[in-house]
């Protein structure tokens, strides 16, 4: 089963969308700044998103925390976490196990919802590219790919996103950073 991810890059700043979606009746109840660094010895030209990101070994901080080791891909590296002090070591393990550091993003992810709904609306400030607005409803997961993204899209329009409509593609966060230009698609999780 494939899920839809929908990523869309919005025109207005920030508390621009913080304010509509509270005067809308959401709660904001979640704000995190998270510092990802991904490593990879993979070419990764012509793959989607998603095997952009199979493809590398990701350390994740989320405010300003130790790294957490996501997507492990070396049996040679078997520790969970990596303190702030420690990083500069691992990478020159990284680096002599053929790894290189390919990308290093930071967002600020602000989420969102209101009574009823089935999923949360994430704003995402990142670093370099701007802001997006990232939804999946695990209501829809067993519908065609199409179809996820169509009802993800109705159901922004409904909540008031209405620069988005149903020919409006996602960006994709690793595509525009590795080929340093933005980078469309129809499903930020594909």
């Not at 700043?13 to 991904?38: C, R, S």
């Not at 994740?60 to 790294?67: L, V």
């Not at 989420?111 to 400030?125: D, F, P, R, T, V």
């Not at 802001?131 to 409803?137: A, C, F, I, Q």
Request: charged letters at 30%.
């Amino acid at each position: 089963m494939e899920i839809v991810e929908v990523g869309i890059k919005l025109s207005k700043n920030f508390i621009y969308y913080d304010n509509f979606l509270k005067n809308n009746g959401f709660y904001n109840d979640f704000n995190v700044k998270t510092h990802d660094i991904y490593y990879t010895q993979k070419k990764l030209d012509g793959l989607s998103e998603n095997e952009i990101k199979n493809s590398c070994i990701r350390l994740r901080s989320c405010n300003d925390s130790s790294f957490k080791v996501q997507n492990n891909l070396l049996k040679e590296l078997t520790i969970d976490e990596v303190p702030l002090d420690e990083l500069v070591n691992l990478e020159k393990v990284l680096l002599e196990l053929g790894y290189k550091k390919i990308f290093d993003t930071l967002k600020y992810d602000h989420h969102y919802y209101k009574e009823g709904m089935n999923s949360k609306i994430q704003l995402q400030e990142i670093k370099d590219i701007g802001l997006l607005v990232y939804y999946d409803n695990s209501i829809y997961y067993e519908f065609p790919l199409e179809e996820q993204r169509r009802k993800l899209i109705a159901e922004l329009i409904s909540y008031g996103f209405d620069e988005i409509n149903f020919n409006t593609l996602g960006l994709d966060k690793l595509r525009t950073l590795y080929y340093k230009k933005e980078c469309y698609s129809k499903n930020q999780n594909g």
